[in-house]
T-cell receptor, first 113, second 114 residues
Framework: EPEVTQTPSHQVTQMGQEVILRCVPI?????FYWYRQILGQKVEFLVSFYNNEISEKSEIFDDQFSVERPDGSNFTLKIRSTKLEDSAMYFC???????????FGPGTRLLVL | AQTVTQSQPEMSVQEAETVTLSCTYD???????LFWYKQPPSRQMILVIRQEAYKQQNATENRFSVNFQKAAKSFSLKISDSQLGDAAMYFCAYLREYGNKLVFGAGTILRVKS
């Protein structure tokens, strides 16, 4: 069964460093998403992406964040200058054209020191 | 803005018994989708079941079923014949029609006792 994959599974970085989180969505999906979950808190929407552009973003998704689909398979989330409060689990999700269900990847656990 | 409320931070169930997890939501939309996701200790988000608001019939997936009460804006999950592998955090989530953003509740931790 096709699934969303994410790399790395864990990432530790120093405050102020740039990180890139990578996702490979399900191959025939056209809609892509990033969510984050700070430990012990709700899962929060960050951004949605369709047709090579952002279709919606939350207040969390400020200028420090960017997304890109650099090729036909990868979908990336970049944090330019990480802060301590960026420590969280980051989930990528994807959705097909004719359905409403978003399928999640296993997440990347980001720790900013 | 839509909100999702899960009023039970934690629930316990004996193996092979039945448990119901509660979820209420607030929306002014008439067409939307509701989901239950399971998050085991590995923290991966796994879809359990989904419900379209325009469907009166409650969704069922094997041992998992929902009680969808549109007027009351309630969407509970029933797990029958509970198994040890059902132990996880369960999230209720809302998606408006043609929407992008899943809105999640705070989650309910389900513990299964052997």
């Amino acid at each position: 069964e096709p699934e969303v994959t994410q790399t790395p599974s864990h990432q530790v970085t120093q405050m102020g460093q740039e990180v890139i989180l990578r996702c490979v969505p399900i191959s025939n999906h056209l809609y892509f998403y990033w969510y984050r979950q700070i430990l012990g808190q709700k899962v929060e929407f960050l951004v949605s992406f369709y047709n090579n552009e952002i279709s919606e973003k939350s207040e969390i998704f400020d200028d420090q964040f960017s997304v890109e689909r650099p090729d036909g398979s990868n979908f990336t989330l970049k944090i330019r200058s990480t802060k301590l409060e960026d420590s969280a689990m980051y989930f990528c999700a994807s959705k097909g054209a004719s359905a409403e269900t978003q399928y999640f990847g296993p997440g990347t656990r980001l720790l900013v020191l | 803005a839509q909100t999702v409320t899960q009023s039970q931070p934690e629930m316990s169930v004996q193996e092979a018994e039945t448990v119901t997890l509660s979820c209420t939501y607030d929306t002014s939309e008439s067409d939307y989708y509701l989901f239950w996701y399971k998050q085991p200790p590995s923290r991966q988000m796994i879809l359990v079941i989904r419900q379209e608001a325009y469907k009166q019939q409650n969704a069922t997936e094997n041992r998992f079923s929902v009680n969808f009460q549109k007027a009351a804006k309630s969407f509970s999950l029933k797990i029958s014949d509970s198994q040890l592998g059902d132990a996880a955090m369960y999230f209720c989530a809302y998606l408006r029609e043609y929407g992008n953003k899943l809105v999640f509740g705070a989650g309910t931790i389900l513990r299964v006792k052997s």
